[in-house]
Each structure stands twice: as structure tokens, then as C-alpha cells.
């Protein structure tokens, strides 16, 4: 049997101003756009996660609740996982981890470097540095989502939204 995880990096924030924090920073027009093609290009594969965990830091969550819209996932029930948001590859590892087992597909989305790390981590493959509002595909075979762990998985697709043409998002 096999469980399907989905890692995205969220999509293009505005930059950073002098009196505000990281944490705050939230999506760029073309961010948002950039999240929806995705979205609607990972719904025109049929991907369909039971569940999505993202970091609350507001350009995670705006990434999140676009791709969900474009998915047709109910965007209450992403949940936010406080962790993700400067917590390492430590952190994504355990939330993984804690996907229920009833579970057959999961996607997170999170912050460069750390979905960067994990996906090359899990997979044992070179993927170079996800670029903003990317998403990367990794299977798992035999293994639970609490098993998962370094070099347990394989890459089955990595996809910017710069690849993206409009044909591919119809």
C-alpha cells in the first residue's frame, strides 16, 4: 500500500519592511495567483489530500487556503501547526508523523529551506531549492505515516508555477 505526501513551499510574500516582523509577511498579488495555478493544475491531476497542515505565519496559511479553494478541500479544515514556522525539518518530520493512519494523502506547506531539506531528506534526491509556490509529490511504500523517516520516499513530481502554462491549469 501506498500514502502520497504533497510539500509546498508558500508563494511569493512581499518583501520585508523595516518595522515588520517575518511572521507577518502575507501573499503579493502575484503570489495568490501563483498559488491558484497551482491549485487548479494539482486538481486537474485529481490530487485530492485528506488532510493539509500548514504553518499559521500568514503567506503559509494564504498558500494553503488558495490551493484548498482551487482543491475543493473545506479551508477549515487545514490545520496549523505553530512549529513550522522556524521549527526546522524537525518539525515538518513530526508533523508528518502525526497524519492519522487512516490517511492516504497528506499536504504540507511551509517555508524554504526546511520543505527544501525534508523533500530531499525523504527521497534521497537532489531537488536543488524549491522555488516559491512549488509543490513536490513523494510516495511512500509500506510504510505509515508515523514510519516515515529519511530516504523512505520517492519523488513522483516537482512542479513550479513558472512551468505552468495556462493549458496546463484548464
Same mark, same amino acid.
Given at each position: 500500500?501506498?500514502?502520497?505526501? &504533497?510539500?509546498?513551499?508558500?508563494?511569493?510574500?512581499?518583501?520585508?519592511?523595516?518595522?515588520?516582523?517575518?511572521?507577518?509577511?502575507?501573499?503579493?498579488?502575484?503570489?495568490?495567483?501563483?498559488?491558484?495555478?497551482?491549485?487548479? &493544475?494539482?486538481?486537474?491531476?485529481?490530487?485530492?489530500?485528506?488532510?493539509?497542515?500548514?504553518?499559521p505565519?500568514?503567506?503559509?496559511?494564504? /498558500?494553503?487556503?488558495?490551493?484548498?479553494?482551487?482543491?475543493? &478541500?473545506?479551508?477549515?479544515?487545514?490545520?496549523?501547526?505553530?512549529?513550522?514556522?522556524?521549527?526546522?525539518?524537525?518539525? &515538518?518530520?513530526?508533523?508528518?508523523?502525526?497524519?492519522?493512519?487512516?490517511?492516504? /494523502?497528506?499536504?504540507i506547506? *511551509?517555508?524554504?529551506?526546511?520543505?527544501?531539506?525534508l523533500?530531499?531528506?525523504?527521497?534521497?534526491?537532489?531537488?536543488?531549492?524549491?522555488?516559491?509556490?512549488?509543490?513536490?509529490?513523494?510516495?511512500?511504500?509500506?510504510?505509515?505515516?508515523?514510519?516515515?523517516?529519511?530516504?523512505? *520516499?520517492?519523488?513522483?513530481?516537482?512542479?513550479?508555477?513558472?512551468?505552468?502554462?495556462?493549458?496546463?491549469?484548464?
Open positions: 500500500m501506498s500514502i502520497t505526501l &504533497y510539500i509546498v513551499r508558500h508563494a511569493k510574500a512581499e518583501d520585508r519592511a523595516i518595522f515588520m516582523a517575518d511572521f507577518d509577511r502575507k501573499l503579493t498579488s502575484e503570489g495568490v495567483m501563483a498559488a491558484a495555478r497551482i491549485g487548479r &493544475y494539482l486538481h486537474g491531476k485529481a490530487i485530492q489530500p485528506d488532510i493539509i497542515v500548514s504553518s505565519a500568514p503567506r503559509a496559511k494564504e /498558500t494553503a487556503n488558495v490551493v484548498a479553494e482551487q482543491l475543493g &478541500y473545506e479551508v477549515a479544515q487545514i490545520q496549523f501547526d505553530e512549529k513550522l514556522f522556524e521549527g526546522g525539518p524537525k518539525a &515538518y518530520l513530526a508533523a508528518i508523523n502525526a497524519v492519522p493512519s487512516a490517511s492516504q /494523502t497528506a499536504m506547506v *511551509g517555508h524554504n529551506p526546511d520543505v527544501t531539506y523533500a530531499e531528506f525523504l527521497t534521497h534526491q537532489r531537488i536543488n531549492s524549491m522555488s516559491k509556490g512549488a509543490v513536490v509529490g513523494i510516495t511512500f511504500e509500506d510504510v505509515t505515516w508515523a514510519e516515515i523517516s529519511g530516504r523512505t *520516499g520517492s519523488i513522483t513530481f516537482q512542479i513550479a508555477p513558472k512551468q505552468l502554462s495556462i493549458n496546463d491549469e484548464l
